[in-house]
């Protein structure tokens, strides 16, 4: 799945969680069932949090730093240079 493929589905299931208030119980219950049926390859070994952000709690997430980046890398990461979606990890 390509980023911009992975960037779609993303979309797809908030605004899906948005609009339907079971599915989103559900995907805050059991995300790895949700998003395998959503057709979303889930590799084993793989846990995911799924939070709700709300007016006063904004969620921020540490990705794992990669162990082969330079500080050249980081530069870019730290200007903005990085797009980060649910699936980070799967694209390591």
Same mark, same amino acid.
């Given at each position: 799945m390509t980023n911009e493929e992975k960037q779609k589905t993303t979309s797809r299931i908030i605004a899906k969680a948005w609009a339907d208030d079971a599915f989103k119980a559900r995907l805050l219950a059991d995300p790895i069932a949700v998003l395998r049926a959503e057709g979303v390859e889930v590799p084993a070994g793989i846990t995911f949090k799924v939070v709700e952000d709300s007016a $006063? #709690?904004? $969620? @921020? #997430? @540490? /990705? /794992?730093? /990669?162990?082969? @980046?330079?500080?050249?890398d980081l530069d870019k990461v730290a200007g903005g240079a990085g797009v980060w979606c649910m699936f980070c990890v799967m694209c390591l």
């Open positions: $006063t #709690v904004q $969620t @921020l #997430v @540490l /990705p /794992p730093k /990669p162990a082969d @980046l330079s500080d050249e």
